[in-house]
């Protein structure tokens, strides 16, 4: 068990130990007998973290018996591992990872896998309700442990399944020590000794297919933040982690993200229409990226970086430098008086506006280009440890496209996804109308709506003085209009107190089905007359 498991470990359990400690105070003065001893076992368990921690200087000649030191496991020698392709591609992917459980307030687990599907680990739980006489505080289980996975077969393009072809616990199961009424007993390795195949997840797999009792482990912080004085839970599509599961069990491991070796990217989760890829470079090395869609016309674009800042910048005090070097990254030559944050910070906001799966984005404005080919820019843009990230689009005042309320849907839905086919926005439909329609109802299924379609026209006053908008066309003539694969779908306020929602066509379906209203929407349409794109207008 390395350092950093040890001090998440210790932190973990003096946490606990504190909460106790509130429970058992009797007040000022004297100390209560609760009280001492619980601060004897912590520490107690604090000098048996720091002895283990100690212990890992040991050299082999050093520990354990002569025999031990001669029957050392066969996988110890990487001559002997015999990789397939599926395990080759598994453990390199997943190589220098730290997985661990940190849902649990009582039990806790780290593990660590290397390229030959070695691994080592350090399980604990606590169980206060396992108690006896001598140790009334209860029980302490741990293991310190390494092993080898086995057969490895891949289920998906993200989805692995392992056995566990050897295990070792550092101490024989049963142990028991008691000190402070607290009992320490050696145990088998929580959550790896009893499975009968684990499940491994990459960056990518998507979430919403994975066992709820795997996105049950995923740490409650990992997609969330305070927003005003509600906890904002905005989960993205696929995992931007790796992950392992024990179906048996029902336990689940999360990754942490290693320094250099970055797996996640901006995308969105739905495409818009007539955008084709430009460019597209990732370098691996870095774990930087840029990306450029352009419509056919060259009206308008959407771009995707992720760079190294080389700082660490404060969200409250450096927001206005961090901008100017995202929007130096996109465009050269920018007067900086006039980029413009759009975000708001008094919640007048859509926290899906101002936030990415938990993490705080600006929203800026800006102008570049010459007179005549002048060009808006529109992003918004953070930093995730050592990375920046910047996802916006342009326009020209001939775009079609990205005007008003249709731009800021797409800009409220981005997300963090693992998979890096998902960096570009290119849309692989291709819409070569558009038209307005009231969306009365649902079709026979979620991949087809009823539509009436309909137009916008000018009309002057009675008086002759000014003119206004008016529908023209509805007759009640409803059509079956089919959506495509990638279809993307936008409301305006999908539920109460949200804005600017993309929707999947199964929950659009469900609300036509439900709600028995109708949706004044715009419709791109491919030259099959398939929807590629539909959002509801904003006439007000």
Known sequence: MNRKMLRKRLGAFLLAACVLMGMVLGGCGEKPKDEV?????????????????????????????????????????????????DGADLFHSIEGWDFSLEKSTDAWIDLSVDAYGRFTGYSERY???????????????????????GDVVKTSEFTYEVTVADLICEEQAGKAEISDQLRRLSSDAFGIAKADKLEIYLPGARIEGLPKGFQDSIPDDAFGTYVLSDYYVDVPLELPFCGIYNPKENVGLCSENVSGKNLIYFTNKGNFPGLKNKSLTIDEAQGTYSCFDEQEQGRCGVFNLCFKPGKNYDRYHDAEEFVQLCVSQVTANVDFEEVYFLEARD????????????????????????????????????????????????????????????????????????????????????????????????????????VDEIRWSIENYESGVGSYWVLTGDDGNYKTFQLSESCSIYLLQPEEGRLWSWQSKSAFHEKLKKEGRFYLMELYLDENDQVTFLFEEDRT
């Open 347 to 450: 919640g007048m906001t859509s926290p899906n506006l101002l936030y990415v799966n938990g993490d705080e984005t600006f929203y800026a404005g800006w102008s570049a280009g010459s007179k005549g080919s002048e060009r808006d820019y529109y992003a918004r843009m953070l930093q995730r440890g050592e990375y920046a990230y910047i996802y916006g689009y342009w326009t020209t005042e001939e775009d079609e496209y990205f005007y008003g309320v249709a731009g800021s849907f797409f800009l409220s839905s981005l997300t963090f996804t693992g998979n890096p086919k998902k960096i570009s926005s290119a849309d692989p439909d291709h819409a070569v109308r558009k038209a307005y329609g009231i969306v009365v109802r649902n079709g026979a299924d979620p991949t087809s709506i009823l």
């Open 37 to 85: 001893l619980l601060e004897s076992s912590i520490t107690e368990l604090t000098q048996v973290f720091a002895s283990s921690e100690d212990g890992g200087k040991e050299s082999d000649a050093e520990s354990g018996t002569e025999e031990e030191r001669t029957q050392r496991p066969v996988w110890e020698d990487e001559s002997t591992i015999v990789l397939s392709e």
């Open 127 to 149: 169980d206060r309700n396992d108690s006896g006489e001598g140790y009334e505080r209860g029980t302490y289980y741990y293991c310190n442990y390494e092993g080898i996975f």
